[in-house]
């Protein structure tokens, strides 16, 4: 029998990554100041969101590069491109909104990863 972690495909890995990303920017500034009591004072480390976003773009890159080939349709590349600059000019841009862009940015890629899987699941397989 298959473990859960090794059954999962890399779109469902970018769709719990998107949305681990999305909450973590969401919930972030309300309970900074708890974290460290809570002893989780390093999610409000710059290095985490980075690592967190890397995670995002290697595993969209890898689910949406493998699929593409089978489906040939580009709006799930389209939809991530959207969250990925949702998420920058968040950062870079928009910094006053950046509370609002970075989150809906990641719920954005978890969005393209799942539409993507519907692609993946809705496409004729010749035998491989």
């Not at 089978?70 to 990925?84: E, N, R, S, V």
């Not at 910094?95 to 539409?115: D, Q």
């Amino acid at each position: 029998m298959k473990s859960i972690l090794k059954s999962l495909k890399p779109d469902q890995w970018g769709i719990i990554a998107s949305v681990g990303c999305a909450i973590h920017c969401a919930a972030l500034p309300l309970i900074i100041t708890t974290l460290p009591l809570l002893g989780l004072g390093f999610l409000g480390n710059i290095w985490v969101e980075i690592i967190m976003i890397l995670i995002s773009i290697l595993v969209g890159i890898y689910a949406l590069s493998t699929s593409y080939p089978k489906h040939k349709k580009a709006l799930p590349i389209l939809i991530l491109l959207l969250g990925f600059l949702l998420i920058a000019l968040g950062h870079v841009v928009f910094e006053e909104i950046e509370a609002i862009l970075v989150p809906i940015g990641g719920l954005t890629i978890a969005a393209a990863h799942l539409i993507n899987w519907r692609f993946s699941k809705s496409c004729i397989h010749e035998n491989s």
